[in-house]
């Protein structure tokens, strides 16, 4: 899940029912300083999304830094959020670490067009041709042929995979296009270049990008991990819960789903004084706080420059002011035109948090949006109203916009849900349920078990500990999974049954609108064993 934007975020990005009335230009907007007000505009978002905590970090040429917090770090306590209190920035990592390797390629210990197979031998993909083309620019750009969020079971939700096991899976990972063909979003090909940080510097990811990003970045409280918090300014995870599926309902606390393993891809913890000086470093082609070169300006505009097509439109509407022309993926950066002007930012999406990053260079303006709770409205309806109001353009009402958006794609969920509850599939189990149980295995994921419960089965993937519950029969030799942790996804089980006996499991999540993270439909689970 580290750090993209989710569907079921999506669904929950209003709390209002009723679409909005045609947008209206907010009173703010006549303001000359572009951020007077912005406590108005910051309590507004947070009001119509019901989110308890926000924290913001705003560079501008010529001007004081903006680090500040809104809120509460939790529902039900009184701590604020302050410019220190850590959030989970989750994909905004990947920048971090692709700074990790230009400083590496500045050094000459390696460069971005040499195969990935030089420094990791043991790294293979699906193809053997892709295995031996693949160089270290292309791990970070979203074009190897995996479908989109492939693996992200191995590193999503909390799971006991190591980094090793997930590239060791990386090869029985099928691709549904070409190599380098086309865009499709993955975190598994960052966590294998974090494994190549560790092979080349003989060190850590972890203590690579803390002594040579984070810190000569001067980001003094960020840490690359979730395990190496260790102070209590932290922000709580908060999501709708209670509804009719993951996202509607109210808002709740929601326990961390995070572990170790996928940090070079979404595992950095940082206040919005950190995030400050990262705009910084960024806007400054790599210089530090003291003037010196963290990485060199030639490496700055590696990491900015388009690689990968995300999509075209016919640019902005009425309707869609800000929507662009062209967008493209970079190293660790989305690269896109907002408004006339170009923009490279990124988002951030964690179990209860969303964050995002953006930045004008031609202005030397840079924000990010640190949120505590999953709604799309906050994270990035304010990353969108700043941008406006830095750069002078028209006043738009993104509040009013996702708004719109969020309920309408709640009233689509609910309906498809409704057909699937009266659509349950018709025949069951076509064996004696004792004959289900056993040990299934997949090769890049690992283990499932199912056993028997009292008078049913009951299923736990073996490395993800929110995976287990009761099985529920669900058409011919399907269940469907009840997972006994409400804030993850269940899924549908489908057993392949030969001469009475089930030897195979597939699977896919059950809903339609869960995030793309979950991944079961690359899942082929073979029986090894009763």
Do not use: C
Request: no cysteine; hydrophobic share 45%.
């Amino acid at each position: 899940m580290s750090g993209f934007i989710h569907r079921r975020a999506l669904l929950a990005s209003g709390a209002a029912v009723g679409l909005a009335a045609a947008v209206a230009r907010p009173a703010w907007a006549q303001a000359a300083d572009p951020l007077a007000d912005l406590d108005g505009l910051v309590h507004a978002f947070m009001a119509e999304f019901g989110t308890p905590g926000v924290a913001l970090a705003v560079v501008r040429p010529g001007q004081p830094d903006l680090t500040q917090g809104w809120g509460v770090r939790k529902l039900g306590s009184p701590e604020p959020v302050a410019p220190d209190t850590l959030f989970a920035v989750a994909s905004n990592t990947k920048a971090m670490t692709a700074a990790a390797l230009a400083i590496l390629v500045d050094e000459g210990k390696l460069s971005w067009d040499e195969p990935v197979v030089r420094r990791l031998p043991e790294f293979a993909m699906y193809d053997p041709a892709t295995t031996q083309a693949m160089t270290v620019r292309d791990l970070l750009t979203h074009r190897s042929g995996l479908p989109l969020g492939a693996g992200d079971l191995m590193i999503w939700p909390t799971t006991t995979h190591t980094r090793a096991e997930v590239v060791h899976g990386l090869r029985y990972l099928a691709p549904v296009r070409g190599f380098r063909t086309g865009y499709d979003y993955d975190n598994v090909l960052y966590v294998t270049a974090g494994q190549l940080i560790e092979r080349v510097t003989g060190t850590s990811w972890e203590s690579f990008v803390t002594e040579r990003v984070l810190r000569p970045a001067g980001m003094a409280h960020a840490v690359p991990a979730p395990s190496l918090v260790s102070t209590a300014d932290i922000a709580a995870r908060h999501a709708r819960l209670g509804g009719p599926v993951y996202g509607m309902g109210e808002m709740r606390v929601v326990e961390r789903q995070e572990t170790d393993s996928f940090a070079p891809a979404g595992g950095v913890q940082a206040g919005a004084r950190d995030m400050a000086a990262w705009l910084h470093i960024q806007l400054a082609r790599g210089l530090g706080p003291d003037g010196k070169s963290v990485w060199s300006e030639i490496q700055s505009n590696e990491m900015w420059a388009p690689q990968t097509l995300i999509g075209t439109s016919a640019g902005p509407t009425a309707d869609e002011p800000g929507r662009s022309l062209f967008a493209t993926y970079a190293l660790g950066w989305q690269v896109f035109d907002w408004r006339g002007e170009r923009v490279v930012a990124h988002g951030g999406a964690m179990n209860g948090q969303l964050t995002a990053t953006a930045m004008i260079p031609g202005r030397g303006v840079g924000i990010t949006v640190l949120t505590n709770a999953e709604e799309v409205g906050v994270q990035n309806g304010l990353r969108n109203a700043l941008l406006d109001r830095l750069m002078g353009a028209p006043a738009f009402d993104w509040a009013a916009y996702y708004r719109n958006r969020g309920q309408t794609r709640r009233e689509a969920a609910l309906a498809t849900l409704k057909a699937a509850d009266t659509g349950k599939p018709v025949g069951g189990p076509t064996a004696p349920l004792a004959r289900y149980a056993g040990l299934y295995r997949d090769p890049w994921y690992g283990d499932l078990e199912v056993r028997r419960d009292g008078e049913g089965l009951k299923v736990a993937f073996l490395k993800t500990p929110a995976f287990q519950g009761p099985l529920e029969p669900w058409g011919p030799d399907a269940f469907r999974t009840r997972f006994t942790d409400p804030t993850v996804e269940d899924a549908v089980l489908t057993f392949a049954v030969k001469r009475g006996r089930p030897v195979e499991v597939t699977a896919k999540a059950f809903s339609p609108l869960a995030d793309f993270s979950y991944d079961f439909q690359h899942l082929k689970f073979k029986r090894i064993g009763a």
